[in-house]
């Protein structure tokens, strides 16, 4: 259904993810009435530009970065008018209490009914002092039982944190001014329509999940290779790194919807209390262990981007292999890679059958190569699909074997367009839906996993970066990971 009438307060209003994401996400929304009629935002940002230069530069990243092109006029006439600013610092109560007056003006002129969604599309440095002014300002109200109204809700963007210690530092902050309900952890991967058909496509066929498990799956690929570099995000980035940036968040949270139990309902927290098991299960990686289970890259010129450090060792490329000690999952290794500058973009998980137990057909002809063992792809970008490979008789007198796919795609099975993961996510949030929202303990728990690894890496114990050429497949020492266990990279 549609959410109720609210504001929503986009701080780091004129940055980078909210030109390209947050703006257009409600765009879209509105174009395709799914906003409340009562709705507003007000954009809060330290920069001077306000009213209506303000809007023209809102509309010149629409005109950019909106999904629909050209720009629907009809809503942005719509859109236009919802639209307020407020210029403001992060540390200034005088700031805040403007914020409060603009609030309580644009709640009464759109009929908001007081109900706030505080978006932080800000460095996380920046948390701790907008949570302060916000809770100084009262603009913060702890929900004390379901269902209050006016509601007020918080929007938080990764790196929850950047260790373990500074993700509970974080959780510490914001339980103390609301409750975990009012929290919603955006992890856009989530958003993804290709990532919540994992769920799916899992539980809602019958014929996959009892295969599902260590009898039938040998091991599990997931790959989420970027052909872009870092793209003027270079100071950001260079103290993140590819393993609190991809992996702490993004593909843990693909890897747990691979891995997880069937959760006993639909609901939020049943859902991510499965994924919490996941991480709970995932054997510990530190000190030289590292060494052998984890491959990290730079891209050759990385030093060189702006706000890149010249010595960095910061990494843009890992492959590691992760084990998830459950009954389910025990001996099934999940080797995952992520990276920049690579050869092409492409986001898959690929669940790689054991073989057969004999081979009936070898030696049944010249033609007759060795048999694949059936490999199950979920494309999650680009080229939105499924695709299951198996062996077949090529047409003939002899017996001769060669792979073929069946293959779903989006693109052909539905003449919808894919929704952006931040559509459907904003308007989750203003739904009160947390169920695509990475919760307090799988945070923690994911970095409990992570953090370990990267001390190693950062100390050198954890074994070299290694350099790779732009445009590659990222280093080769990386396919000695797959290589000790007798089996190689089959993507990129
Ligand atoms: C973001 C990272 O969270 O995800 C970026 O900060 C990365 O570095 C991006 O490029 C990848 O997202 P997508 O949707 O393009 O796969």
Redesign the pocket.
Known sequence: GRPDPCTVVIFGATGDLAERKLFPALFELDRSHLLPDHFAIVAYSRSKLVGDAFREHVKEGLQKFARTQPLDEATWKRFAPRLEVVSGAYDDPASFARLREKLDEVSRHHATDGNQLYYMATPASTFPQILHGLAEAGLLKREEQPGQRPWRRLVIE?PFGHDLDSARELNRELSAVLDEKQVFRID??LG?ETVQNILVFRFANAIFEPLWNRNHIDHVEIT?A?K?G?EG?GGF?DE?GVIR??VQ??LLQVLALCAMEPPVSFAAEDIRDEKTKVFRALRPLEGREVAEAVVAGQYEGYRKEKGVKPDSRTPTYVAMKMNVDSWRWQGVPFYVRAG?NLKQ?L?EVSIHFKSVPIGLFAGEGATCQRLQPNVLTLRI?PKEGIALSFESKVPGEDVSIAGVTMDFNYAESFDKPVPE?YERLLLDCMRGNATLFARQDSVEQAWSYVTPILRALESGEGGEVHTYAPGTSGPDAANAIPARDGRRWTRL
């Open positions: 990764k856009h991967y993804k989420a970027e872009i870092v995000r980035y993140t940036d991809m968040n993004h920049k973009r986001t970008q993961a």
